[in-house]
């Protein structure tokens, strides 16, 4: 069995995506106030002595990176690929699982109505 734990994060941004249709909206620049989800799990035995995962407070490193690096900026400028939902979320993946090795997934959500996953 698999504990799995979770925090929520907001930041608002500004992008655009390449290789879409010149009609397509998201081609333009425009904004979103994104929700990112990070998860984190351990097996059942894995638990500190305290039972947590890892204690959410721990996460405020990825708070902060996100509020100094990621927050109001144009995110084709801070992000090495496409701003995509899917490749934000598997590039956050890639700059934190080392600082958290529990991370088992990155959701990022641009609308209430939109989710990517990356769960390697
Ligand atoms: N698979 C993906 N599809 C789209 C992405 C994405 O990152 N991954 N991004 C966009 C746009 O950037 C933006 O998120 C708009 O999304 P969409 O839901 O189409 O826009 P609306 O809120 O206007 O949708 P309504 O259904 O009209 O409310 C597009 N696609
Ligand atoms: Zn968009």
Redesign the pocket.
């Known amino acids: 069995m698999t504990f799995r734990i979770s925090k929520e994060f907001h930041f608002s941004a500004s992008?655009s995506?390449a290789g879409l249709a010149a009609e397509h909206?998201?081609s333009r620049m425009?904004g979103?106030n994104y929700v990112v989800e990070l998860e984190l799990a351990a097996d059942r035995d894995a638990l500190s002595d305290v039972g947590f995962v890892r204690d959410y407070g721990d996460l405020a490193a990825f708070s902060r990176w996100l509020d100094q690096e990621v927050d109001h900026r144009h995110l084709n400028d801070v992000v090495d690929r496409n701003p995509?939902?899917?490749n934000l979320s598997r590039w956050i993946y890639d700059k934190w699982h080392e600082r958290y090795p529990e991370l088992s997934s990155v959701r990022v959500s641009?609308?209430p109505?939109?989710w990517?996953e990356y769960r390697p």
């Open positions: 992008h995506l909206p998201c425009h979103h995509s939902a899917e641009e609308t109505k939109t990517a």
